[in-house]
């Protein structure tokens, strides 16, 4: 397929990803590796939907004995800059107490999101919460927030793929691109 017109540049590939992905997995695995944890499992937390590209990667690689689970959490009111205190729209049915927890991220932005999920899943009896994310831009940071392990770092771009959307498209890119604004305006899907 035809890159999109709305593809500007193309920061990260695929290959750069997915190597990218192998060596936070093998951290993450030896971070693991002898730890007690609750019922020998990790459970893993991932915030839809810009997690499912990472998510999906990233836990094939782990060896380690892990569950599943996902929340929503809209901290955007339909717009870029309409931020609001973040809203649980969907949550998890996993019993998280005395839990390890690993949070799965595509980016962390200002870090509203995540700072608001930490802080409910430790008031929820977590024994530890962890983040990883794919990932950030520590320009825009409004919080204290760090990810325990991050992929990528960028600036100020409005970023598309792998997870990050406009308008809900583009997250099925096997790449992370700038998404070209100026076409934006009148632009029709
Ligand atoms: C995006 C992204 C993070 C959050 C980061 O999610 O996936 O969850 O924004 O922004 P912050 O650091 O400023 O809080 P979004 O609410 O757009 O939902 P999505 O995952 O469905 O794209």
């Given at each position: 397929m035809d890159r999109h017109p709305?593809?500007?540049k193309v920061l990260v590939d695929k290959v750069e990803i997915d190597s990218k992905i192998?060596?936070?997995a093998n951290e993450v695995n030896s971070y693991y590796k002898n730890k007690k944890v609750k019922d020998n499992t990790v459970v893993i937390i991932g915030l839809l939907k810009g997690c499912i590209p990472f998510m999906a990667?990233?836990?094939?690689?782990?060896?380690?004995?892990c569950v599943i689970d996902f929340m929503i959490v809209s901290s955007y009111g339909g717009t870029l800059t309409n931020i609001h205190e973040p809203k649980?729209?969907?949550n998890i049915n996993t019993d998280i107490k005395d839990a390890d927890v690993l949070i799965v991220e595509d980016i962390i932005d200002t870090g509203i999101t995540l700072n608001f999920m930490k802080d409910y899943l430790e008031k929820?009896?977590?024994k530890e919460v962890k983040v990883i994310t794919l990932a950030s831009k520590p320009n825009k940071l409004k919080t204290n927030i760090k990810p325990d392990w991050n992929g990528f770092?960028?600036?100020d771009e409005f970023l598309i793929?792998?997870?990050l959307d406009y308008q809900e498209r583009f997250r099925n890119l096997p790449y992370i691109a700038i998404c070209d604004t100026d076409k934006l305006n009148d632009w029709e899907w």
């Open positions: 709305l593809v500007k192998d060596s936070l990667s990233l836990i094939k690689k782990f060896d380690f004995q649980i729209l969907h929820k009896g977590a770092e960028f600036g793929g792998y997870g």
